[in-house]
């Protein structure tokens, strides 16, 4: 063990981790001990210097804190993809947008959505 004696817990925790990024983007994990509960589920642990939280509940999890977390839609909207555009037409990349079930995908930046005549 590189960093000395590993982590013991008592039979009535057990071992979750605490997720942390270096300065590569890779990802680390410091153990602890956390009590048992009934449904066996680790919190998410982030640390909060290198890394933050994205998802709800059981979707919880830890990315960079460098980086964006991921477009979530709830249950009554869909996922859009929107290509955005600079001022002079020229594509500039896209993104995942939410809109309402039932309702057309909006448009990106700088553009407009054509109809059919």
């Known amino acids: 063990y590189p960093d000395g004696c590993p982590l013991i817990c008592k039979e009535s925790e057990m071992y979750c981790s605490e997720v942390s990024f270096d300065a590569q983007g890779l990802m680390h994990w410091e153990d602890f001990c956390h009590p048992w509960n009934?449904?066996?589920?680790?919190?998410?642990?982030?640390?909060?210097?290198?890394?933050?939280?994205?998802?709800?509940?059981?979707?919880?999890?830890?990315?960079?804190?460098?980086?964006?977390?991921?477009?979530?839609?709830?249950?009554n909207q869909h996922m859009c993809w929107v290509d955005n555009y600079d001022e002079q037409g020229w594509w500039v990349g896209g993104e995942d947008k939410c809109a309402q079930q039932g309702k057309a995908c909006p448009c990106g930046e700088n553009a407009q959505k054509c109809t059919d005549s």
Do not use: L, R
């Open 38 to 75: 009934a449904n066996w589920h680790c919190p998410v642990v982030c640390d909060s210097a290198t890394a933050k939280k994205c998802g709800s509940g059981f979707d919880e999890y830890c990315i960079a804190a460098t980086d964006d977390c991921p477009v979530e839609c709830t249950s």
